[in-house]
């Protein structure tokens, strides 16, 4: 996640598998409301991460990823400009 950025990007900074949550890196090319979810892999909302104002450039968030089961997930990162998904898998 480097360069010049025209669209949001979101990536999964702890070692894969997780062992229950992890950072989450998310660049943004413009500042504003934003909002990260951890979906299932059938596309339900498991947990939302992140939901606020995130400033332009590069952010890490915490995602704890209490209470979530083995398995699977989604990250979805929506911004104004667009909206950036990464894979995370969950092993307990």
Do not use: C, K, N, Q
């Not at 010049?4 to 999964?12: D, H, I, M, S, Y």
């Not at 704890?64 to 894979?87: D, F, H, K, Q």
């Amino acid at each position: 996640l480097g360069g010049a950025l025209t669209r949001p990007a979101l990536a999964v900074l702890a070692g894969r598998p997780l062992g229950g949550g992890g950072r989450l890196r998310v660049v943004r090319p413009t500042g504003g409301r934003a909002s990260v979810e951890a979906l299932s892999a059938d596309g339900r909302l498991a947990a939302r991460v992140f939901e606020g104002d995130l400033p332009d450039g590069a952010h890490t968030l915490v995602w704890p990823g209490e209470g979530m089961a083995s398995g699977v997930y989604w990250l979805r990162l929506r911004a104004a400009e667009a909206t950036a998904t990464a894979r995370a898998l969950i092993v307990r």
